[in-house]
């Protein structure tokens, strides 16, 4: 009897889970609000650069970076909706309402394993735009830096390939 109490709490310690999912979920939706803001911003300064003859320096540099960096931000926000979608159903249960609408096969999880490898492959995506973005913004002191962040993130690339190769992934 004790032995069912415990393992009836222990199970339903899982539960904690969605602190992660919702927190998740929530901070997934100020980066889209953030980033929308962002691409907001741009679309204003673009009306005032072609009629209301505002032109700043290095204009379109800046736009471009802008806009690269709400990419970036639109990214990390997917990263965080597939790891809050992925730990409800790996943990909690599965997700009834999107069965046959084409959206259990985009956020569909059925392992940890799984779970790392969208995860990683959405961060890589990110690193390649913030390495673009980088590049832009010229924060980098030479081409030496600028190539072996370069490396770094081919290097991610590659481990992850190798990673998901050898995996049974479809």
Known sequence: MLEHFFEKGLWASRLIVLLAVIF???AAFALFFLASADLYHVVVATYQYFFMGVHPADFHADIVADII???????????????????????ISEIDVAKGTGGDKILYV????????????????VLVVSFFQ????????GAQEMFYFAISITAL?????????GGKHE
């Open 24 to 26: 998740s979920i929530l």
């Open 69 to 91: 960096g709400a990419i970036d931000l639109y990214l990390i926000a997917v990263v965080l909706l597939i790891f809050g979608f992925g730990l409800y159903e790996l943990f």
């Open 110 to 125: 059925s392992s940890l394993d799984e779970l790392k490898d969208k995860i990683a492959k959405v961060i890589v995506m």
């Open 134 to 141: 980088r590049v832009l913004h010229t924060e980098y002191k």
């Open 157 to 165: 690339s590659l481990g992850l390939f190798l990673l998901h190769k």
